[in-house]
């Protein structure tokens, strides 16, 4: 059984820090793609930033430069440093992962239970 599992989220003033952690465990034999997305109510859900196992990295334009997304893998994490932090950050942020079970090459998509971050005007 493979988890998604997140960590980190909470409650700070503009311009405070957090970081986010996600950890996937369980039985797999790849990992792909981690990801952050987010979401408020009555709004979809958008990627914050994203990153492959090339190492290549994307981020939602109203975060660079502000947020950093990172990588563990020989743990199986990935972690989202949100530096700069503005009201309009508040969101339930999800951890996302593109994890192969077997050596097939086939990737299955893998969401986090969310963390809520609430940024203080």
């Known amino acids: 059984q493979v988890q998604v599992v997140e960590s980190g989220g909470g409650l700070v003033q503009a311009g ?3 970081r986010l952690s996600c950890t996937a465990s369980g039985s797999f034999f790849s990992i792909n793609v981690m990801a952050w997305y987010r979401q408020v109510p009555g709004k979809q859900r958008e990627l914050v930033a994203d990153s492959n196992k090339r190492g290549s990295t994307n ?59 609430t940024v203080s005007s």
């Open 59 to 117: 981020y939602l334009d109203s975060v660079k430069g502000r947020f950093t997304i990172s990588r563990d893998s020989t743990k199986n994490m990935v972690f989202l440093q949100m530096n700069s932090l503005k009201f309009e950050d508040t969101a339930v942020y999800y951890c996302y992962a593109e994890i192969a079970t077997t050596g097939r090459g086939i990737y299955y998509q893998y969401w986090g239970q969310g963390t809520q971050v």
């Open 16 to 18: 405070g820090s957090l």
